[in-house]
């Protein structure tokens, strides 16, 4: 499964909980229109159209219609996947794109040129509120082109706050504790790690969530590895593998891991009869769904690396907001105005009242309401400081299809770490070459 795939699938667990907008809609402007209507400015808002968030587009303009009588917004979709993709850089290319974008923030958005295609927002009075992590997925050495929208979500282990307590165990910050409390758990006769291979792409946490303790000992490795200087084969990467096969070889997986679907795991974390489930933040909106009385019992901690100082939460950033070149005169002055209230009070607003948080927001003037779970804050700590990385896919578009594969194949014993990772090394070559990579 891609990056693409991978983010999206999750997204429409227990409803959209990264509001990256979309609503089947509606006109099919895009900055061809006049932008001017007795004394109106009009601009047109491109989106996916997810159903799941449709919603939260259609309240952001209503809300900021209501904040600015002199601007209308007109709502535009797009398809998702790559059908989505190759329509945003045909309509970059041909000077039709719409006047305000909701589109991908990481590699996707590098790959539409945007030193020549986007507007720098960079001096805008918001820039300076958005998290530096955030900053760096929408930025090239020349500008910031990208406003953030929705919140983030970490891939880490969700654990239950109940059974820790009970075995009167502390959270990890070294893989060695983390398999400690593991086997402590395990004798108590609880199922010490969740796994669900009835849904394939779950086998990946282990290997995606170990990403910011990769950069945490190797600042530049995302750059490296896209120049193909770097592979999973080695350390530091080659342990999100040793840590799939090492759960399997001390038995610390649930008796049912090659069945289990995503609910099953999500309910014996719930119930307490399994302890630890490398997840996507995001995933606890299912929880709320389905076992509402026990989300106060669900906390998250990042995946351990094997020195605390390298123990990194790796976030899934949200998507991003952006301006064409082609956007000019009032309609420039309009669409810079809509970014502005997407990220202001009013519009954190329209975003909380209409989608379930999985995780911080990116920019300090969106605060999460009170209700959100309260794993929530355990997530916020590792971004107060500075303990966070964006997950590999926002920092280079390298992936391959085959992850989930290789992975469910480790995890099961049927492939060591160290073949799982050559595997998985040789499954990223062909997309490489497609991308026209150097040095593959």
Same mark, same amino acid.
């Given at each position: ?39 109106? #400015? ?60 909701? $589109? ?12 020549? #295609? ?13 998290? &530096? ?119 610390? $997986? ?23 489930? &490398? ?47 082609? #956007? ?36 300090? #003037? ?57 595997? $998985? ?16």
């Amino acid at each position: 499964m891609s990056a693409r795939s991978l983010t999206t699938r999750l997204l429409a667990i227990g409803g959209a909980t990264v509001l990256i907008g979309g609503l089947a809609a509606c006109s099919s402007g895009g900055s061809a229109d006049t932008g001017s209507s007795g004394g109106k #400015t009009t601009i047109t808002y491109l989106v996916d159209n997810a159903e799941a968030t449709g919603v939260t587009a259609k309240a952001l303009i209503t809300a900021f219609e209501k904040a600015n009588p002199e601007i209308t917004v007109k709502l535009d979709t797009k398809p998702q996947g790559t059908d989505g993709d190759n329509l945003v850089k045909t309509r970059l290319s041909t000077g039709e794109m719409a006047d305000v974008f909701n $589109y991908n923030s990481g590699s996707l958005m590098q790959a539409l040129n945007p030193d020549n #295609t986007l507007v720098d927002l960079s001096k805008e009075s918001w820039a300076k509120d958005v998290d &530096p992590q955030f900053t760096k997925v929408v930025s090239t050495d020349k500008g910031m082109y990208g406003a953030p929208f929705g919140t983030s979500f970490g891939g880490a282990v969700l654990y239950n706050k109940k059974v820790y307590a009970k075995l009167g165990l502390s959270v990890p910050t070294t893989w060695a504790e983390f398999i400690s409390n593991s086997e402590k758990i395990k004798d108590a006769g609880i199922a010490p790690i969740i796994q669900t291979y009835g849904d394939t792409w779950t086998s990946q946490l282990f290997v995606l969530a170990d990403f910011g303790n990769i950069t945490a000992q190797q600042k530049n490795w995302a750059t490296q590895y896209t120049k193909h200087k770097e592979s999973y084969a080695k350390q530091p990467a080659l342990a999100g593998f040793q840590h799939l096969q090492e759960g399997k070889d001390k038995d610390l $997986y649930n008796k049912d891991y090659a069945s289990a679907t995503q609910a099953n795991g999500l309910k014996m974390l719930a119930d307490g009869t399994g302890a630890q489930y &490398p997840m996507l933040t995001n995933a606890i909106s299912a929880i709320q769904q389905d076992s509402p009385d026990a989300v106060n019992d669900i906390g998250a901690f990042a995946l351990p690396a094997a020195n605390a100082d390298d123990t990194n939460l790796t976030i899934w950033e949200p998507n991003g907001l952006y301006i064409p070149k082609t #956007t000019t005169g009032d309609k420039l002055t309009a669409a810079k105005k809509f970014i502005a209230f997407a990220n202001s009070s009013g519009g954190c607003k329209v975003q909380n009242d209409t989608g379930t948080p999985g995780g911080p927001y990116v920019i300090s #003037t969106c605060t999460l309401p009170d209700s959100v779970p309260p794993m929530i804050d355990d997530l916020q700590k590792y971004l107060d400081e500075k303990k966070a990385s964006p997950a590999l896919e926002f920092l280079s578009p390298i992936k391959g299809p085959n992850l989930e594969k290789i992975c469910v194949q480790v995890g099961s014993g049927i492939t060591s770490a160290a073949k799982g990772a050559d595997q $998985y090394d040789e499954d990223v070559v062909q997309q490489a070459q497609q991308l026209g990579l150097k040095g593959w």
